[in-house]
């Protein structure tokens, strides 16, 4: 088999002060030439062409190569500038929005597009990390050539108010789906998590970027005429400075060693600092535990459309399972007791974005407007109040088990690499790394999850596993955690 032979270099940026390490792992810390790391393999699949993969860290870069068992004819580098301004890093909506408005006006300027005219098979990108890039090299050594360039125009660029008014006009043109019904928004809001991933490139197409998760549109069409230059600069800034995640793609297999002397003229321009969020390999998914109400111009005026957004927290095996749990039961525990006289139908979706288990909820077809005075909204938080109230730590450990081998496992796994982007149209390298993007820092949750899987058909069930699944589901949807959103689609 005959695939392009590719690096994915995924640089990540987020704020603050310290250059220290900062390492949250159990590995031990070694030195190669005055430099500090850590490494460990975990593993992608057990089988295939993408198998293990060897994380190297060293003070605010994180670095994971996958080898390819496939000849390769190239070497691809995939980065991603992980800001304190990304979904990633927990930061407000508007902050997001942000991001993407300065990625696409430094995107649009000449220093850039100067560096990325001699890029090869290049591909500009947002993404629930931060902005991204990525581009195609002949050797290891060159990786760091293109993002030392990058790196270091961004710690002169500026940002000016004709620029902002410029792109805040694109941004506002570009709402034409909030035209449609509440229904039609929120379904395209669901797409946008469950579809394929598939970054768009921003370089040619002149397209504004939309962040998976959240109704992107909708977003915008709330804060993109409060932003200011004196915003804009201050994301600039962070981005300046920022962690670095790489993903290395080879048949060749590189020592820890030969990967750092690669980083390390990146590291020496780019001075990323350790007290970002997402610095290493964390993970995160903005909520507010509040309602956000996004206006629609399609529709009867005063329909309404409410979507629960649940994040169940950094993929792992728990996580999945309860992701498995909640699409499955909770149409049934939600209507057990109901205090409505009839049983309401729910559509639940999920899907891995940004490390994290999420999960989303909302009213299915034919439940009338009001039910005994109470509207769709109400309907959709009482149902989460009686899922949770009847979906108890007993009923976990009655019936989990039992449907382990019809049930759990099955559902977590179409969101995985091989089932999830089994379209035709993309290639295996292709599927990589859009998947990766939503995996990185938890490359191991599928792996990990078929390995509890066996051991559990094998009679071995850990000790806290029902307790822990059980407060997973039930901190997602406690008030006072605010580990969910509610987008409260509503027609002028």
Request: proline share 3%; with cysteine; aromatic share 10%.
């Amino acid at each position: 088999m005959h695939i392009h032979k590719w690096i994915f270099f995924l640089l990540t940026i987020c704020t603050g002060t310290s250059h220290s390490i900062i390492f949250r792992s159990a590995q031990s810390i070694q030195t190669y030439n005055n430099t500090a790391y850590i490494a460990e393999t975990r593993f992608v699949k057990r089988s295939g062409i993408f198998r293990e993969a060897r994380i190297v860290e060293v003070a605010g870069i994180r670095v994971v190569f996958l080898f390819a068992y496939a000849n390769m004819s190239h070497i691809g580098v995939r980065f991603i500038y992980k800001t304190n301004y990304s979904l990633r890093a927990r930061s407000s909506y508007k902050n997001i929005l942000l991001s993407c408005v300065v990625t696409r006006i430094i995107l649009n300027q000449t220093w850039l597009a100067n560096i990325w005219s001699s890029a090869i098979y290049s591909k500009i990108f947002m993404s629930t990390g931060g902005p991204g890039f990525h581009s195609m090299f002949t050797s290891l050594s060159s990786i760091s050539d293109l993002v030392k360039s990058i790196s270091a125009g961004l710690k002169t660029a500026t940002i000016s108010s004709t620029e902002l008014s410029a792109i805040k006009t694109q941004f506002s043109n570009a709402n034409s789906s909030l035209s449609n019904t509440p229904s039609s928004v929120a379904d395209a809001t669901i797409l946008g998590l469950v579809s394929l991933p598939d970054t768009v490139n921003l370089a040619p197409a002149h397209s504004l970027g939309e962040i998976r998760g959240i109704p992107h549109q909708g977003i915008s069409s709330i804060y993109i005429n409060e932003l200011t230059t004196q915003a804009c600069e201050q994301a600039l800034s962070d981005w300046e400075r920022a962690p670095i995640e790489c993903l290395i793609v080879d048949d060749v297999r590189h020592s820890d060693q030969s990967i750092i002397d690669a980083i390390k003229p990146l590291w020496e321009i780019q001075l990323p600092k350790t007290d970002y969020v997402t610095n290493g390999k964390n993970v995160g998914f903005t909520t507010t535990g509040h309602e956000t109400i996004i206006r629609c111009s399609g529709g009867t005026a005063g329909d309404i459309c409410p979507l629960l957004t649940i994040n169940l927290g950094p993929l792992s095996p728990i996580t999945l399972i309860a992701a498995d749990l909640v699409l499955t039961k909770f149409s049934i525990y939600a209507n057990i007791r109901s205090t409505f006289n009839q049983a309401i139908p729910y559509q639940l979706y999920w899907a891995p974005c940004g490390g994290c288990a999420v999960v989303m909820i909302r009213l299915g077809s034919g439940v009338p407007t009001t039910i005994s005075g109470i509207n769709h909204l109400g309907i959709l938080r009482l149902s989460s109040q009686q899922f949770v109230r009847n979906f108890t730590l007993q009923e976990i450990s009655n019936n989990l088990l039992s449907n382990w081998s019809n049930s759990l496992g099955a559902n977590q796994e179409i969101r995985n690499l091989w089932a999830w982007t089994t379209a035709s149209t993309i290639s295996t390298y292709g599927k990589i790394i859009e998947w990766w993007l939503e995996m990185f820092g938890v490359e191991s949750a599928f792996d990990s999850l078929n390995v509890l899987a066996t051991e559990i058909n094998a009679g071995s069930v850990p000790q806290n596993l029902y307790q822990d699944i059980y407060e997973t589901i039930k901190n997602a949807f406690l008030p006072s955690l605010r580990n969910f959103e509610i987008w409260h689609f509503l027609s002028d």
